[in-house]
């Protein structure tokens, strides 16, 4: 099986390094390339591999120079095909782009918000014409070439992104990290990553009562592959985010409000989000909350290395013990 690499274009999202984030890297506009490995790169890619980005991106340049000037992009490894029909672009336009796209979410969740539209870097693989859009590289004629798929329009509100964790060595030693770039397939691994790309979908949903109620069905999702009541998710959640007894009575008070006063209302009621809250702000503030009780249990149950169901009620009654709840 052939191996190749594909270039994934990024709007709004604005970086001046070349870096890597585990298998993936990350390569600004040809704007800041044309600078040179010294001053664009970092110590986490080789002088070779920012070569082959500028080359890369360099020919995106000459084909699609609006792309090349007005992008960064994401580049990665894949098996290569052979485009032969519609069907088959497509295809691979969406795989490769999402997958490129989850590799975003460290950014999003740590520098972004949801109902703040305006700081949201694009979706990767959308270019900055509203096509999606990849780039490969032939592995045996080295040449690059576009590979289309369907037109996709987004609405940005601003002006996009530019991450603060951008190009330093400590993106790499945050908690985030390890849940994110990892190499495990286990189900426990799994679960918790799709989790946390969640959390990056709703970012993007400007119906506030769609973000909520996904949010609360990934707390669903985190607490057991089966179906169970609301009202019983945080006995499964809380042990793994309490320090005290105190501090695990007190976030159960608060969860118990969330299903019987927010959740039942908006998902059985058909009452709207804005009903219930007296401000925008106490709206993002909610979700800032919510989305916050899923990253610190997807964080503590990553670092627990707990790789089946079975571990992790092992590990869930221990802390209740603990915590003598």
Excluded: W
Excluded at 15 to 40: C, H, M, N, R, T
Excluded at 41 to 49: A, M, P
Excluded at 200 to 224: C, G, P, R
Excluded at 278 to 302: A, D, H, P, W
């Amino acid at each position: 099986m052939n191996k190749t690499k594909y270039i994934v274009p990024v709007s709004n999202f604005y970086i001046e390094l070349a870096f890597k984030l585990g298998d993936f890297i990350y390569s600004p506009s040809f704007e800041f390339l044309q600078k040179g490995y010294e001053e664009v790169s970092t110590d986490t890619l080789t002088e070779e591999e920012f070569n082959d980005i500028y080359i890369y991106i360099e020919s995106i340049k000459k084909s699609h120079p609006h792309i090349a000037i007005n992008s960064s992009f994401i580049i990665l490894q894949d098996e290569f095909i052979e485009v032969s029909s519609i069907e088959e672009s497509f295809l691979l336009v969406n795989r490769l782009s999402d997958k490129a796209n989850k590799s975003l979410d460290i950014f999003r969740i740590n520098e972004c918000q949801i109902g703040n539209y305006e700081t949201l870097p694009g979706i990767a693989g959308i270019s900055i014409d509203g096509f999606r859009t990849i780039f490969q590289s032939n592995p045996h004629t080295g040449k690059i070439s576009i590979v289309n798929g369907k037109v996709s329009f987004m609405i940005r509100d601003g002006i996009g992104l530019n991450p603060l964790l951008e190009p330093s060595l400590s993106i790499h030693s945050d908690p985030l990290y390890k849940c994110l770039f990892s190499d495990r397939t286990d189900i426990i691994y799994n679960t918790c990553r799709n989790a946390l790309h969640r959390i990056s979908e709703a970012m993007y949903m400007h119906n506030l009562n769609t973000a909520f109620i996904y949010l609360v069905s990934t707390l669903e999702m985190l607490a057991s592959p089966d179906y169970i009541q609301f009202k019983k998710v945080k006995t499964k959640i809380l042990p793994f985010i309490s320090k005290s007894k105190s501090d695990y009575h007190e976030r159960a008070k608060y969860l118990t409000d969330l299903s019987e006063n927010k959740r039942t209302e908006i998902v059985h009621n058909g009452k709207n989000i804005f009903d219930l809250y007296s401000s925008f702000n106490e709206i993002k503030r909610e979700m800032f909350k919510l989305t916050g009780i899923i990253v610190q249990y997807v964080e503590n149950v990553i670092k627990s290395d707990l790789k089946t169901y079975e571990e992790l009620e092992k590990k869930r009654n221990e802390l209740i013990s603990l915590l003598g709840v």
